[in-house]
Nanobody
Framework: QVQLVESGGGLVQAGSTVRLSCAAPGFAFSNYAGGWFRQRPGEEREFVGAISKSSSNSALADSVEGRFTITRDNAKNTLYLEMNHLKPEDTAVYYC????????????????????WGQGTQVTVSS
């Protein structure tokens, strides 16, 4: 059973920096595109960012572009999301996900394409 484990969330002040990690021990993460999503209470899960399996292509949602960075280290089977200049509206549960990919450049913002998900980590940004 594939297990993705997020870490790094918590309570921070607006303007802070937080780095989330998503570990996939024993999982061939290098064969999968990686994605980050978030969900606020009462809202749909929304796309935050994605990165291809080779790291050659990546994308971020407009709401976080310029503040967040998505990276990965395939040798460590780990996906990262660095979040800078955090705002109260970034408060949400953040989820990482993996989508099987044949192409080294492919990524997707569609949650339905991701077969594996982490349990989520809460990020709360106070004003």
């Amino acid at each position: 059973q594939v297990q993705l484990v997020e870490s790094g969330g918590g309570l921070v002040q607006a303007g802070s920096t937080v780095r989330l990690s998503c570990a996939a021990p024993g999982f061939a993460f290098s064969n999968y595109a990686g994605g980050w999503f978030r969900q606020r209470p009462g809202e749909e899960r929304e796309f935050v960012g994605a990165i291809s399996k080779s790291s050659s292509n990546s994308a971020l949602a407009d709401s976080v572009e310029g503040r967040f960075t998505i990276t990965r280290d395939n040798a460590k089977n780990t996906l990262y999301l660095e979040m800078n200049h955090l705002k109260p509206e970034d408060t949400a549960v953040y989820y990482c996900a993996a989508a099987r990919s044949a192409s080294s450049r492919w990524w997707t913002s569609s949650p339905s394409a991701y077969a594996y998900w982490g349990q989520g980590t809460q990020v709360t940004v106070s004003s």
